[in-house]
């Protein structure tokens, strides 16, 4: 989920994990987890299918574990082996941590990295071409599909795009190829910035995408043989204000978060939003068990040059009723 700034951060999004045991581990996480580091500003937040909560910094390119029972941060991918970590996404059935290794001066080329979930090596890199700048992941249909929310300091503008990533064996990272699924017009808005950010797949025939500078939301339907059909732009009652991380609680309704503060859901038949609740300058959101659990990254302060509120947390509420 990118979106530390511009000249500083992008974000996260992906997909919902199965249902982990009802608060994996036995015991329930507690109310706020806390992420170490005065520089972490926490982008992206996943979830195996086990419960295991996984927390990147978009400054840092660090990668903390939160294992189910335990709640205590331990380092998954040291300082120093991303330049900067953007999105995040834990793929079970490959046994890998996917990454957006980014560089926030946008000198480095991004690349979308594969990390093995039970020894932290690195299994795979793949660069995004054309000086793409990988914001968040998702799995579609057992496809890589990241958001390229594009390197603002380019002129003339580059365009936004969906970038989807094909291996041999879908039980493996490695020997894969990444290329262009959609670089629909819908993506890029002329005021320049970062792009789309957030990416989500519905489970069914759709994946959805929220560009960081212009907020808004946008469905990209898929067709029968897996290419992208023309995307449109869902209407929303209001504009969203620096949309981040999403997912998708179900096929119709979409968590969004959005850096001012708010997490909403929204029904994207209608575009109708509702309120969840309120954080510090949130980044991104996970569903595990029986939990929502919501990355306050503080990247307006980051992008800002202010100094963060510490320590930077996770805030786990309980999913409502019926989610």
Not at 18 to 29: E, F, L, N, V
Not at 121 to 127: C, G, K, L, R
Not at 288 to 299: D, I
Request: overall charge neutral; hydrophobic content about 45%; proline content about 8%.
């Amino acid at each position: 989920m990118l979106a530390a700034a511009l000249g500083a951060g992008l974000a996260m999004v992906a997909v919902l994990p199965t249902a982990a045991a009802a608060d994996a581990g036995g015991a329930r996480p507690p109310a706020t987890l806390v992420v170490p580091g005065n520089n972490y500003h926490p982008e992206s937040i996943t979830a195996a299918a086990n419960g295991d909560l996984y927390v990147a910094s978009i400054t840092t390119g660090e990668v903390v574990r939160f294992r189910a029972g335990v709640w205590a941060a331990e380092t998954f991918v040291p300082v120093g082996v991303n330049l900067g970590t953007a999105g995040v996404l834990v793929d079970d059935v490959r046994r890998v941590l996917w990454t957006c290794d980014i560089d926030l001066s946008f000198q480095q080329p991004t690349k979308l990295k594969a990390f093995n979930l039970r020894t932290g090596a690195a299994v795979a890199s793949y660069t995004v071409p054309d000086r793409g700048v990988c914001a968040d992941i998702v799995l579609v249909r057992g496809d890589v599909f990241i958001t390229d929310t594009v390197d603002p300091t380019v002129q003339p503008a580059l365009p936004g795009r969906i970038l989807r990533l094909t291996t041999p064996s879908r039980a493996s990272a490695v020997g894969g190829t990444l290329s262009v699924w959609s670089a629909d017009p819908a993506f890029t808005e002329p005021t320049g910035g970062l792009q789309i950010n957030g990416i989500a797949y519905d489970g069914r025939n759709a994946v959805y995408t929220t560009n960081y500078s212009s907020g808004t939301l946008v469905r990209v339907g898929i067709a029968p043989d897996g290419s992208a059909l023309p995307a449109t732009k869902v209407t929303l009652p209001r504009t969203l204000q620096n949309p981040d991380g999403i997912r998708m609680l179900d096929a119709y309704r979409l968590l969004v978060t959005e850096n001012p503060g708010p997490l909403s859901v929204i029904d994207v038949r209608t575009g109708a939003i509702t309120l969840v609740g309120t954080f510090d300058q949130p980044t991104s959101v996970v569903r595990s068990g029986g939990s929502l659990f919501v990355a306050e990254g503080q990247v307006l302060r980051l992008q800002q040059g202010q100094p963060p509120n510490l320590p930077f947390k996770v805030q786990r509420i309980p999913a409502p009723l019926g989610w």
